[in-house]
Structure formats: structure tokens, C-alpha cells
């Protein structure tokens, strides 16, 4: 399978299905695991690094799991390419600045990757659209126990699997949601929620993870700890705090639409004429107003068909994904003019934001909720 | 410079705290300061407060020059990065590493997946166990005959454990 496949093809994920899918984007599980006996990828000197590539590499690509994969060395992949992947959460930012000695290996819908000599020497992760956390261990699971009957991996009685951080010692497992939580931040109620969250050992992060600030309402959250309880427990305890935050955000907007419709009415009309509009957009503003539309299509204020072109404008306008479309590099001007055509032939053919549909909901409470609660 | 509970975020939050003529500084990323509930630092002796009891002491002494045999890695190394060299790093430094994990996890013991193979070895342990306890009840009960018994399937379980490790 072809880098220019990857592109095309838009991935499982993004497709916006699964339980909860309108606050809910993904779930994601990844398992980290190392060989025994072997350094550590950041202290392993190239030679070791690239043996142990060769030796991990055929196993993961003759996984049933992987069949018509995209493999590729970390070295012949371009900066774009790396970036493009970065953004559709398939390698992580660590992984993209690595070169000879790693690879990446992912199956054509792209719900499982597995990156070869990341900060360990195999990190694995499945991900699914909407929460799904526990589907999207249970292939990652299979996956690790048939590459465990191959591969020697560092395990001790006491420590379980051992990584390159202490920090995911154990499990070697780290289990995140992101979450779009407009009525949250609205409301302001967005940093009640992250303390809460943080003080019960969960972490609460920006887009692309650790140190990642938060743009588009989009936050993502997962476990802090892997030693000492077990992945399902993790998973389930995780799940449990996600609905709950789930149910916040629902009541958020409920309280929007009664007590402060026209602040959001106002937000929504904004959003939509500075998208429908503007010439010349940062990514961080394209998100940020991107995330009000998909708060509209939520409340009714767009018809429903609305939504996977707004969900895909998420993904479209990112750096990589722009540069890579137009098939060349842009400067960041160039890429702002860009982004905002792009937005606006898109929303072309865009209705106008019906608020009156807003105001229906608020009379209806009781069948918002169950309409969104599905 | 990296955070002293996690070893992984750049530390943003910096204590410092004399006490009885000492000076203990803790290195912390924001999430782990909040985490702590880090807002007033006073009347603690805050490292052993934060990263469990005695690990001021191994933060003074990190700069130690203990090596791993394996594959060379130092404290001093561990200190910088926040990362291990290998799998046989957790035994090297497994004493300092004790700590630092108590304060970072919910347990200080794995209690999820094994390995086939580990799950092959926990089994043939239990076995061992009670074949042990069995062997020393019949040789105190004098019944030897037994006693032959159980220690002829003591060596070939013992030969398997071996093997399978």
C-alpha cells in the first residue's frame, strides 16, 4: 500500500460513527512493549537499533491484522509525509523526528498502527471512532499476544512489562479519548472539569498530546498510571469518567440554549460568516471556529448531513494535510490564504444557520437529551 | 530541565526548601504540581512529601556513578532523560527506581496481562510450592515412600522451570 493511499483513503476513525460520536471523535489504546535483553531505542546506538528493527519489523508485517499494510522506514518517509500522520494521530510527534532505525507499520483502515523504536521498541495502537475504548483494546491485545508467541518481550514477575519511561511500567498501556467539549469551555466550566479529572490519577491534554495546547475544544484524556491495576480496570474506570464528563457537556448546552441563547446564536452566526468569508485563516482559528459549527450541527442549528464535511474540514485544514493536497510546500501566508478557500468553497453550499431550530430545543429538553445520548 | 515525579514533561514548577541548613530543591511540570496539590510548600520536608520517604536523599545523591553491566547506562544518565537504558536498568537502579514508582502509580505491582510464557513459569512456581510443602509433611510424618516420590517430581519440575525461563 502507497503513502498516497493513506492520503486518499480517509481512515475508519474519521468517519464519525461509534456511541457518543458527537462529543466523542476517538478512542485510542496503545501498548508499549520492548524486547529483552535489548537497549532501550533512545540508548541503543544505530547498529543495535536498526537489528532490532529487522528483527521486530517481519513479525509485525506478517500479522493477519496487517494485511495489505503501509510499512515504511522512518528515513524514506518525507517531513510532510510524517506530518501528515502526526495529524491524523498515526505516529506520534516523537516518532516523526525519528530517522534511520524506526518504521511504522499500519493497516489499510488505519485503526491499528505500530511504530517500530519509538521511545520503546514497539508501541501499538488501535483506534476507533466514538468511545470504544474497550473494542479498541481487544485488538490491540490480540495483537500484542500474537507477536508475545514471536518476540521475547522484557517482563518482569514483579514490574510487568518494562518500558524506557517509569511512567508506563506495568500495563505499558495508556488508554485516551478525545473529547469535544465546546459547551464546557462556553460555560467556562472547562477547568473545573480538568482539575477534577487530574486530582482521580487521569491526565488531561491538547490536541496532539503531551504539551499540546488545547485548540477546536478538543481535549484529550487518559490514564496516568499502568502499575498496579489492571488494563480492563484502567479501561472501565476511564470509560466511567468519560460519560460522566459526557453528561456535563450535554448539560452545559442545555443551560447555553436556555439561559444564554443569544450569546450562542451569536457564536454560532459568527463562526459562520468569518468561515464563509475570510481570506486568510490560521489552523488554530479554523479549529476553534470549525468547533462552534460542529456545536451548531449538534443543536440542530445545521441539518444533519452537515456534519461530515465540517468533520472532515478538522482534518483537511491541518498544515501537513493542506501542503500535501496542494502538492507543494506553502509558507504559513500562503497556507492561511489557502485554508480559507478551501473553507469557503466547502461551505458553498452551506445553509444559513437556522436558529430558530436552536430555540425548538430549548422548548424540547427532554428529547435533546435522549436524541444525544444514543 | 525534567520533572522530578514524572521524568517526562519539563519541570515548570521549582521548590526549593532549607531546612536545618539544607537546601532540597524539587523539579516539577505543571500537571505534576497540580497533581500534588502543590500551592503552599510550607512545614514539609517536600521531597519525601511528593516523591515518597527518602527520596530527597536520592535526588542529592543522583549524580551517583552506578552502571548498568548490561548496557552501560548511569544515574547520572537516568537523571538527565528521565528514561532507562534497558530492561535490566529496573534491577540495576531498581532501589532509587522503588521510590520514584511508588509516587508515580497506583501500586508498586503488576497486576494486569502476563506473558504466555510468564504465565507458564507462575504455574509451574504454585506447582513447586505445594509439591514443597507436601515433601517436607511426609518426611515429618516419616512416610519416606511418599517422601521418594515427591522429591523425584521436585527435579522434574525444576528441570522444566528451568527450561521454560
Known amino acids: 500500500m502507497k503513502f498516497s493511499s493513506v492520503i486518499s483513503t480517509g481512515g475508519e476513525w474519521l468517519r464519525g460513527e461509534g456511541p457518543h460520536h458527537q462529543i466523542v471523535i476517538s478512542s485510542r489504546v496503545r501498548l508499549a512493549r520492548n524486547l529483552r535483553n535489548r537497549s532501550f531505542p533512545g540508548w541503543a546506538k544505530k547498529a543495535e537499533r536498526t537489528a532490532i528493527l529487522e528483527l521486530i519489523k517481519p513479525r509485525v508485517e506478517e500479522l493477519p491484522e496487517m494485511q495489505d499494510s503501509f510499512s515504511e522506514l522512518l528515513q524514506d518517509l518525507s517531513a510532510l509525509e510524517k506530518q501528515v ?62 507477536l508475545e508467541s514471536k518476540l521475547e518481550f522484557a517482563y518482569d514477575q514483579r514490574l510487568g512489562y518494562l518500558t524506557a519511561c517509569p511512567t508506563n511500567v506495568g500495563t505499558g498501556m495508556r488508554a485516551s479519548a478525545m473529547l469535544h467539549l465546546p459547551g464546557l469551555v462556553l460555560s467556562e466550566l472547562i477547568n473545573q472539569v480538568i482539575q477534577a479529572v487530574s486530582k482521580i490519577g487521569l491526565a488531561v491534554r491538547g490536541l496532539y498530546g503531551e504539551g499540546t495546547e488545547a485548540m477546536g475544544n478538543l481535549f484529550q484524556i487518559s490514564n496516568q498510571t499502568t502499575l498496579g491495576e489492571k488494563e480492563d480496570e484502567i479501561i472501565s474506570r476511564l470509560s466511567k469518567v468519560i460519560e460522566t464528563i459526557i453528561e456535563k457537556e450535554h448539560d452545559a448546552r442545555q443551560v447555553l440554549i436556555q439561559k444564554k441563547s443569544n450569546t450562542l446564536s451569536d457564536q454560532i452566526g459568527r463562526a459562520y460568516g468569518v468561515l464563509t468569508f475570510a481570506h486568510a485563516m490560521t489552523s488554530k482559528e479554523a479549529l476553534n471556529l470549525l468547533s462552534i459549527i460542529k456545536l451548531g450541527v449538534d443543536l440542530g442549528a445545521f441539518p444533519e448531513d452537515r456534519r461530515l464535511p465540517i468533520d472532515e474540514l478538522f482534518i483537511d485544514t491541518q498544515p501537513a494535510h493542506l ?17 480559507a478557500q478551501i473553507i469557503r468553497d466547502r461551505l458553498k453550499v452551506f445553509p444559513k444557520p437556522d436558529i430558530s431550530k436552536l430555540a425548538n430545543e430549548s422548548d424540547n429538553g427532554s428529547s435533546f437529551r435522549a436524541s444525544n445520548n444514543e | 530541565m525534567l520533572c522530578d515525579v514524572c521524568k517526562c514533561n519539563d519541570a515548570t514548577v521549582f521548590l526549593t526548601q532549607i531546612l536545618e541548613g539544607k537546601m532540597q530543591k524539587v523539579n516539577m511540570c505543571d500537571a505534576c504540581s497540580k497533581e500534588k496539590g502543590v500551592q503552599d510548600p510550607t512545614g514539609f520536608a517536600l521531597a519525601d512529601l511528593l516523591l515518597g520517604i527518602g527520596a530527597a536523599e536520592e535526588i542529592e545523591k543522583g549524580a551517583s556513578t552506578q552502571k548498568c553491566p548490561v548496557c552501560g547506562y548511569t544515574q547520572a544518565d537516568f537523571k538527565k532523560t528521565g528514561r532507562l537504558g534497558c530492561s535490566t536498568c529496573y534491577v540495576t537502579f531498581g532501589e532509587g527506581l522503588n521510590n520514584l514508582l511508588k509516587a508515580m502509580h497506583k501500586g508498586t505491582e503488576h497486576v494486569g496481562k502476563l506473558p504466555q510464557r510468564a504465565h507458564r513459569t507462575v504455574e509451574l512456581n504454585d506447582k513447586m510450592r505445594t509439591l514443597t510443602e507436601s515433601l517436607q509433611k511426609a518426611v515429618a510424618e516419616e512416610n519416606y ?9 521436585i527435579k522434574q519440575l525444576e528441570h522444566e522451570l528451568a527450561s521454560s525461563s
Open chain 1, 85 to 146: 500522520l502526526v495529524e491524523r494521530h498515526l505516529i506520534s510527534r516523537e516518532h516523526a523526528a525519528k530517522g534511520v532505525g524506526s518504521a511504522v507499520v499500519m493497516n489499510r483502515r488505519q485503526t491499528l498502527s505500530i511504530m517500530v523504536n519509538e521511545e520503546d521498541h514497539l508501541r501499538m495502537q488501535s483506534i476507533r471512532s466514538g468511545l470504544q475504548l474497550k473494542q479498541a483494546f481487544k485488538l490491540v491485545d490480540k495483537v500484542d499476544s500474537a
Open chain 2, 145 to 153: 515412600e511418599t517422601a521418594a516420590s515427591l522429591r523425584d517430581q
Open chain 1, 323 to 339: 501542503q500535501k493536497s496542494s502538492q507543494q510546500k506553502l509558507s504559513a501566508e500562503e497556507r492561511d490564504h489557502l485554508r
